[in-house]
């Protein structure tokens, strides 16, 4: 299993909408296995952000929304504010024995 | 609220063997809906996922470790595991255990991590 390809960076203002991307294959994103996302800052626990691919945990602002076209899954952070800069992962679930994380990205907010 | 606490030797020498616990509180860790996993971050590198353990001691493992990784579970501490032998300098990395939700596949609670350096 490969990993899921991630951008490495993406920045944007505050107030402004990002998009992640999560790019795999037909074989694992583009099928029916599930997606999730955690957002990482240094010394903290991480932190899950969307779950099955959309769903989002309860706790989880409504500014963050999770979807997915063909074989890539996108993690959206409208209104961005300065507490969201960090780093976020997707990760694919194909069966407790196959887990695969994305290769990361780390946002900025100007 | 559940938490979860790593705990271990935050250097180990090369070819030696990594050992870390994690501790469970605030929850049962023989809930039968839950796996429980390690994850792991080389220092300016991105997550690799290690393992997962159920409580009853079944144990799944990246295939990329699987020859040196080891967890275990001790359900009368509410705690789990990892041990990573032979290790290299490329197996430094802070160390996460974490909570599987196993119907939908998403860890769901983390522990702040632990930093193990490899050296000698």
């Known amino acids: 299993q490969s990993a899921l390809t991630q951008p490495a960076s993406v920045s944007g203002s505050p107030g402004q909408s990002i998009t992640i991307s999560c790019t795999g294959t037909s074989s694992d994103v583009g099928s029916d296995n599930p997606v999730s996302w955690y957002q990482l800052h240094p010394g903290k626990a991480p932190k899950f952000m969307i779950y099955e691919v959309t769903k989002r945990p309860s706790g989880v602002s409504n500014r963050f929304s999770g979807s997915k076209s063909g074989n890539t899954a996108s993690l959206t952070i409208s209104g961005l504010q300065a507490e969201d800069e960090g780093d976020y992962y997707c990760c694919l679930y194909a069966g407790v024995s196959t887990l695969v994380f994305g290769g990361g990205t780390k946002l900025t907010v100007l | 609220q559940l938490q979860l606490q790593e705990s271990g030797p935050g250097l180990v020498k090369p070819s030696e063997t990594l050992s870390l616990t994690c501790s469970v509180s605030?929850?049962?860790?023989?809930?039968?809906?839950?796996?429980w996993g390690w994850i792991r971050q080389p220092p300016g590198k991105g997550l690799e996922w290690i393992g997962n353990?159920?409580?009853?001691?079944?144990?799944y493992y990246n295939p990329s470790l699987k020859s040196r990784v080891t967890i275990s579970v001790d359900t009368s501490k509410n705690q789990f595991s990892l041990k990573l032998n032979s290790v290299t300098a490329a197996d430094t990395a802070v160390y996460y255990c974490?909570?599987?939700?196993?119907?939908?596949?998403?860890?769901?609670?983390w522990g702040q991590g632990t930093l193990v350096t490899v050296s000698s």
């Open positions: 974490a909570r599987l939700r196993y119907g939908s596949g998403s860890y769901d609670y």
């Open positions: 353990i159920y409580y009853s001691g079944n144990t």
């Open positions: 605030g929850g049962s860790i023989s809930s039968s809906s839950f796996y």
